[in-house]
């Protein structure tokens, strides 16, 4: 896994918190966890699962998942075809 924090530099319009990706070890999860700001998740290749709200979604590359602040969600990669992804956490009226 490769983090970027990027330093808050309380941007008005749309402010960019941290990025990064991961390759994920086959049934590698996160949560079930609330964040206080966007996430949204580019999967790369591979698949897994992701659910909020009482709904689990099959997700593949090429596709986006985004959460939103207040939700919470997990999400897990493939036990067969683990997920590799990118990701960018962001804030800001314009995400409202």
């Known amino acids: 896994m490769q983090t970027l924090m990027i330093p808050n530099r309380h941007l008005y319009d749309l402010n960019p918190l941290n990025g ?7 049934g590698h ?4 966890a609330i964040r206080d ?9 591979g698949e897994g699962i992701f659910r ?5 979604v099959r997700i593949k590359g090429g596709s986006i998942f ?9 999400y897990q990669a493939d036990a067969d075809n683990p997920w590799t ?8 009226v314009l995400c409202r």
């Open 20 to 26: 990064g990706w991961q390759v994920c070890p086959p």
């Open 85 to 92: 992804y990118i990701w960018l956490g962001f804030d800001g």
């Open 66 to 74: 985004l959460i939103r602040p207040g939700e919470t969600c997990f």
């Open 29 to 32: 999860s996160y949560g079930p």
């Open 52 to 56: 909020r709200a009482g709904e689990t």
């Open 37 to 45: 700001y966007f996430l949204f998740h580019y999967v790369v290749s």
